[in-house]
């Protein structure tokens, strides 16, 4: 089946190394927060069991894991954050969708809009580009000699996947988002680890950058990234061939 959500074309560039993890367990405990405040249970809070697959998915110790669903649910001390996205459009109008959990809107708000401005890009306003998306279960394998790929293809798809891609370094099975949890359990049963496991944006269609434009919206997404209020950035750009972050 063909792949088409370009994983490593888009979450590659997020360049989630060591040095970053300790910025990744701070932004997945404030959706790992944000989550428990509809309850404390996996088992009854879908919500939250995406977001713990995503924590374990990146390695999370189980002890912040914990800490973070009982802050959430008021049994810790905690922040009161705010969920708040932004839409807008990066250099050749690539466009993006922000989301950020804060616990000062007028701060997030204008530091997303500066880094918009301040690298060819800018706010629209709210489903300016969502319609360009779809919201999917999204897991990522690492490829191994001991996983043959037509076996892990047809597991995926037995269990209810809808598309199942082989990319350079990584295989990406895609679910619907009420499917994700059935997935993920039936490749999990089968011993089978995830490099990232979470509900994502995926877009259905894509927009060609040159190396120009690839450097300067990298230069956006790093930017984004350094922001503690951001969580996470959703884009569909194709970046330039042959181009590295």
């Known amino acids: 089946m063909s792949g088409h959500s370009k994983w490593h074309n888009i979450q590659a560039k997020k360049g989630k190394m060591d040095s970053k993890r300790g910025k990744i367990f701070t932004k997945i405990g404030k959706e790992l927060i944000m989550a428990a405040k509809d309850g ?4 009854t809070n879908a919500k939250l069991r995406d977001v713990i697959a995503k924590a374990k ?8 894991i914990t800490r973070a669903i009982k802050k959430g649910a008021g049994e810790l001390e905690s922040v009161n954050y705010e969920d708040i996205t932004y839409e807008g459009y990066g250099p050749n109008g690539v466009a993006v969708i922000v989301q950020s959990y804060t616990d000062n809107k007028n701060r997030t708000a204008g530091n997303v809009r500066h880094t918009f ?28 000699d001991e996983l043959d ?20 370094e990584v295989y990406e099975v895609i679910t619907a988002p009420e499917e994700f949890d059935a997935v993920k359990a039936a490749l999990e049963a ?4 995830f490099l990232e496991a979470e509900i994502t944006m995926i877009p259905n269609v894509y ?5 120009e434009a690839s450097e300067k919206f990298q230069k956006l997404l790093d930017k984004l990234d350094e922001d503690d209020d951001v969580d996470s950035v959703w884009h569909n ?9």
């Open 190 to 193: 089968q011993g089978i680890e």
């Open 237 to 245: 750009a194709e970046f330039a061939e042959g181009f590295e972050d």
């Open 207 to 211: 927009t060609d950058l040159d190396m």
């Open 57 to 64: 998915a990146a390695n999370m110790p189980m002890d912040n």
């Open 40 to 43: 404390s249970s996996p088992d």
């Open 149 to 168: 790929e037509e076996e892990l293809m047809m597991l995926a798809l037995e269990a209810g996947a809808e598309d199942f891609s082989a990319e350079e």
């Open 117 to 144: 401005d301040k690298f060819g890009g800018n706010l629209g306003t709210s489903g300016s580009v969502t319609f360009m998306f779809n919201k999917k279960g999204q897991l990522v394998i690492e490829k191994t």
